[in-house]
């Protein structure tokens, strides 16, 4: 049974997330999963611009695979970034392919 950390996906959905993720945002993901980090922590153990980090986050965050929180600090508003899932399981099995028949049947006469 799937955690609330664990989604399952499919479709439009499954092809959004592969476009996504890829090695960069992956690195991202598992760093999240381990703790909260802010943008500017995640760049500096990436070496990468908090601008390109900022970037990245913003894709996940828009499909829902990383959660962002704002907090005070020293010049201004920190943003900081958590996992929100731990699992993600695409489906590949396309419903329209599923329900149409593929099977060849040869006939011998």
Avoid: H, W
């Amino acid at each position: 049974m799937p955690t609330e950390k664990e989604i399952t996906v499919s479709g439009e959905k499954a092809l959004a997330i592969a476009d996504v993720v890829n090695a960069t945002n992956l690195k991202i993901l598992k760093l999240v999963r381990k703790e909260p980090l802010f943008i500017s922590t995640i760049a500096k153990r990436l070496d990468f611009s908090e601008a390109f980090v900022s970037e990245c986050v913003r894709a996940l965050e828009d499909l829902k695979l990383v959660s962002i929180n704002y907090e005070r600090g020293e010049r201004g508003i920190r943003k900081f970034c958590s996992s929100a899932v731990e699992k993600i399981t695409i489906i590949l099995k396309d419903e329209e392919l599923q329900s149409s028949n593929f099977t060849e049947e040869k006939k011998i006469e």
